[in-house]
């Protein structure tokens, strides 16, 4: 795969349309946002600070591809990626969590992403010296006798033959008492916020855990079994801790995307004065110094938020970008429309994408032996059923076809074990002898679909 900073803005896109239908704008737009970021790093030491990331705001209903854009151009970029909800934000004082825990939120998922990364490297290493510690258990030293006969008198040749053995997965069932480390006492101590303050109450469980003793544990498991635990420790012995720190500041810093959802329900009405809507308020005055560039103490050392992307997604039903207080809008500049799904888009939806929901079906019942075949005109009646439950009841975007689809197969999906090696196709009329009637039902698809 080409990295993201050989990527231009078109190639892009191009990977996003393989995922996500449509919503040519919204794809423009991030895609300009990541490659801001590689022309930043060109630029002049001097000039780099100064140069502050595009946020975004995307505008459009549930279920159009807010979040999946976002999430796609993270796994892209291989950015640490978080998605909060601004609603379950409420101002500091009142109930909720701190704002400046989605900073600390986000330096543990590029915790997660590097150690993932480092024990990749060092995958192979790890497996050599697994092997070894299998084989200490499986040929202890100690049980070399004297008189033992050979060359299995050193031990080497009867090791090295159950060295062929496991290579072979001949041993994988065979039972071993191996030694494990149990988690610190101080790892499992539930703290209550009691400070108000996320960072405080973390460092202080940190600390305890660093005090309490770590203890071993002797218990039964399979080669198999013991080849993961032993796996794991020995990837965790070979990477460095030490500049672990250094690396996540550096990664959030300079390539973190939060999405922050729901952001309209935050925003308040002109001349309401009402507690919720003071309360709205409160919630972007917190967000906005994150969102402006501040410093927030992580247990990884301070994170400065002046160059994270910050992407926001809402449907504005009933409030409109301009009720968010001036100095939030003033920091998402881009504002895109997302456009709602139409009968040739949810089409395109169930057959295009690369993991289209067609195709998770089809593979989900090939596990059972069952081939499952869609016809054309079958998915098209699928589309034209979304399309009429989203205008009757509410509009989830493509959302509702993973509700009719599930209705749909919910019989085959039911006996697929007992129709081992047969072919199942859906045709129109078969969609519409299983979901038509419920389709007609205003109230009944209100539940149903």
Do not use: C
Not at 162 to 179: P, S
Not at 409 to 434: C, G, H, M, W
């Amino acid at each position: 795969m080409k990295h993201t900073q050989e990527r231009t803005p078109r190639e892009t896109v191009e990977f996003l349309d393989r995922y996500i239908v449509g919503q040519k704008a919204a794809k423009k737009s991030v895609a300009i946002a990541l490659r801001n970021r590689w022309r930043r790093m060109q630029v002049p030491e001097e000039l780099r600070e100064e140069i502050s990331p595009k946020n975004i705001i995307m505008i459009g209903p549930t279920g159009v591809g807010k979040t999946e854009i976002a999430r796609r151009i993270a796994k892209l970029e291989g950015a640490p990626f978080l998605k909060v909800e601004a609603s379950k934000f409420t101002e500091v004082g009142y109930v909720g969590r701190d704002v400046e825990s989605i900073i600390r939120d986000l330096a543990e998922i590029a915790v997660a992403q590097i150690k993932a990364e480092r024990m990749e490297a060092v995958k192979e290493k790890a497996a050599a010296a697994t092997t070894e510690r299998l084989l200490d258990l499986l040929v202890p030293p100690q049980n070399l006798s004297p008189h033992t006969e050979g060359s299995f008198r050193d031990g080497s040749a009867l090791r090295e033959s159950f060295r062929h053995k496991l290579e072979k997965g001949e041993l994988e069932d065979k039972i071993l008492e191996i030694q494990v480390e149990r988690p610190n006492l101080g790892a499992s101590i539930e703290l209550f916020p009691v400070t108000g303050n996320d960072s405080m109450d973390m460092n202080l469980k940190d600390i305890m855990s660093k005090f309490m003793p770590r203890q071993a544990k002797n218990r039964k498991a399979t080669v198999a079994e013991a080849r993961k635990i032993f796996s794991q420790e020995e990837s965790e012995r070979l990477i460095d801790q030490e500049d672990l720190g250094f690396e996540v500041i550096t990664r959030v810093e300079n390539t973190g995307i939060v999405f922050i959802d729901e952001i309209d329900k935050i925003a308040s009405k002109a001349g309401s004065g009402n507690q919720g809507e003071v309360s709205r308020e409160g919630v972007q005055r917190d967000l906005l110094p994150i969102i402006e560039g501040s410093r927030v103490n992580t247990k990884y050392g301070p994170i400065q938020t002046d160059h994270i992307l910050f992407i926001a997604a809402g449907a504005f039903h009933v409030s409109k970008p301009s009720d968010l207080i001036p100095e939030l809008q003033g920091r998402f500049p881009i504002r895109v429309e997302l456009e709602s799904l139409k009968k040739e888009d949810f089409v395109r939806i169930l057959t295009e994408p690369q993991n289209s929901l067609v195709l998770q079906y089809v593979e989900l019942l090939k596990t059972e032996g069952v081939q499952l075949e869609f016809a054309p005109e079958a998915v098209e009646e699928l589309a034209e059923l979304a399309t009429l439950v989203n205008d009757q009841a509410e509009n989830i975007g493509a959302r509702r076809l993973h509700a009719i689809l599930e209705k749909l197969l919910e019989e085959v999906s039911f006996s697929a074990p007992e129709l081992p090696n047969q072919t199942i196709l859906i045709t129109a009329q078969y969609v519409k002898d299983r979901l038509a009637d419920i389709a007609a039902n205003r109230d009944l698809s209100r539940y149903i679909l």
